[in-house]
């Protein structure tokens, strides 16, 4: 049996699982005595931290992980099932995001966030705040 201490998980991000699960791996890193890279391990931590409204998300996934990655087919298949679909992350960019009580290079980062899957350059963004 692996020697593998405990880590401890961040709470779950439903605004934005990609950032949860890079706090994870990078929380798996820090693992003691070793960084734990077990695609299994990693699995049933995640499991055992989602709260109830994201482990229905990827219920089946769940229920049925893969044999071979099933860290990485969780981390995928929760990540594209509870983000924002493209089209709406393009119709937010192209709306634009209000400045309200934010610092301007408050709302850029988070315009930048959105952005940052469609390959949209600065100067578009910088048009639209």
Same mark, same amino acid.
């Given at each position: ?7 401890? /998980? &961040? ?21 003691? &005595? $070793?960084?734990?890279?077990?695609? $299994?391990?990693?699995?049933?931590? /995640? /499991?055992?931290?989602?709260? &109830?409204?994201?482990?229905?998300i990827i219920r089946d996934v769940i229920m049925? =992980?893969?044999?071979?990655? =099933? ?14 679909s493209s089209h709406q992350e393009i119709r937010? @960019?192209? /709306?634009? !995001?209000? %400045? ?5 290079? !408050?709302? %850029? ?6 952005? !940052? ?6 100067? %578009?963004? @910088?048009?639209?705040?």
């Amino acid at each position: 049996m692996n020697d593998v201490g405990a880590v401890k /998980i &961040p709470p779950y991000n439903f605004h934005d699982p990609a950032l949860w699960f890079t706090m994870c791996d990078s929380t798996f890193q820090l693992g003691c &005595p $070793k960084a734990i890279t077990n695609s $299994k391990t990693k699995f049933n931590y /995640i /499991i055992a931290h989602l709260p &109830p409204e994201a482990a229905t998300i990827i219920r089946d996934v769940i229920m049925n =992980p893969d044999p071979v990655e =099933p860290y990485e087919k969780a981390r995928m298949e929760l990540i594209k099932r509870s983000g924002e679909s493209s089209h709406q992350e393009i119709r937010k @960019l192209l /709306i634009g !995001e209000e %400045l309200g009580d934010r610092r301007p290079s !408050e709302l %850029l980062r988070a315009m930048r966030r959105r952005a !940052e899957s469609h390959s949209v350059p600065d100067d %578009l963004l @910088l048009d639209h705040a």
